[in-house]
């Protein structure tokens, strides 16, 4: 696992403490959570942005995105998504597959 480390001003932690201590949970869960909602929002977007521009495919887009199967799928309908193959992605694919020997699949 990772750690991060900021800071913030005096009456500002003392909030969170606060609010904390109310919800019966440490501060570093709570700055956490609200962290990780935050994240949330963003990396969905982010992923399909990426993807709109064509610098990654549909997998990466589902991993960055955090979103489950059925969410990811809901998203993509939503955002009428295409994934956007690149010139030099198609060529290296259609070089690769003129090299196979399909001679031992003939009869």
């Given amino acids: 696992m990772g750690q991060i480390n900021f800071r913030i ?3 500002v932690k003392e909030l969170i403490d606060f ?3 109310n919800r019966g949970i440490s501060t570093a869960e709570l700055a956490k959570r609200a962290t990780l909602k935050e994240i949330s929002e963003i990396r969905v977007d982010l992923a399909f942005q990426l993807l709109k521009e064509g610098k990654i495919g549909r997998k990466r887009t589902w991993k960055i ?3 489950s199967t059925l969410e990811f799928l809901n998203e993509w309908t939503k955002r009428d998504a ?4 690149s ?3 198609r060529k290296s694919t259609l070089e690769l597959i003129k090299s196979l020997d399909l001679s031992k699949f003939k009869r």
């Fill in 87 to 89: 010139d030099e992605a």
């Fill in 65 to 67: 995105s955090g979103l």
């Fill in 82 to 85: 295409e994934e956007v193959i």
């Fill in 9 to 11: 001003e005096e009456d």
């Fill in 19 to 21: 609010i904390a201590e």
